[in-house]
């Protein structure tokens, strides 16, 4: 997926879509998806965007954002595909750091706050990487969902806890397995009965 430079869109054209996971909103500069959003309300998706780009002159225009949003609704049914989308990121040095550890871990894995933290390019905590994940402003394709505590239970989501852990399971679901013996055995290895 193709991650361009931190831009300050002077226009943003978007439209939704519902999917299993809710209404998906995605928002399009000249230089790709800057926002990507779930929720339930589409007038609060749309307040939401205003408040995350407060410069930028917004266009509700669901022709022009129709390919965009096959897509976005392709890649939250199947998280675990390659999108297609090109995203024009914000953020700061830390939070590109970390989103871009994101997008390195495999579909269908978790990793913790603090797992992270320890092997990005730039000093973190655990508290940090938490911080970045909930300035993303792209679901699904910057794969905050991955991202788990250090015991493994399902912590806040800016998109809510009940998508993450959907989205984790269709990940997980979506993994090959191969049979051995009566076991299915994961990629990473793992034994299941």
């Known amino acids: 997926m193709p991650i361009k ?8 054209r978007y439209g939704f879509e519902e999917t299993a996971l809710g209404t998906i909103m995605a928002a399009e500069s000249e230089n790709g998806v800057a926002a990507l ?21 917004i266009c ?10 096959a897509k976005a609704v392709a890649l939250v049914e ?7 989308l090109k995203l024009d990121l914000g953020g700061s ?24 933290a320890r092997n990005l390019p730039i000093a973190a905590t655990a508290q940090d990487v938490g911080a970045a994940c909930a300035a993303n402003l ?4 910057i794969p905050c ?3 788990v505590k250090a015991d493994g239970g399902i912590s806040g989501y800016r998109w809510g806890v009940a998508r ?16 051995f013996f009566g076991f299915h055995v994961t990629q990473a290895g793992y034994l299941s009965s």
């Not at 509700?60 to 949003?69: E, F, L, R, V």
């Not at 199947?78 to 297609?84: D, K």
């Not at 792209?138 to 394709?141: G, H, L």
């Not at 989205?167 to 993994?175: K, P, T, V």
């Open 5 to 12: 430079s931190a831009t300050h869109p002077r226009v943003l």
């Open 37 to 57: 959003f779930i929720g339930d309300d589409r007038a609060r998706l749309a307040r939401d965007l205003e408040r995350a780009f407060p410069h930028a002159r």
């Open 60 to 69: 509700h225009d669901q022709a022009a954002s129709a390919g965009t949003i």
């Open 78 to 84: 199947a998280p675990h595909r390659e999108s297609g």
């Open 93 to 116: 040095p830390l939070e590109r750091a970390v989103w871009e550890a994101l997008c390195a871990i495999a579909p269908g894995e978790t990793s913790s706050y603090g797992a992270i």
């Open 138 to 141: 792209i679901a699904v394709a």
């Open 145 to 147: 969902h991955r991202v």
């Open 164 to 179: 993450k852990r959907r989205l984790i399971a269709l990940e997980r679901d979506a993994r090959p397995r191969t049979v």
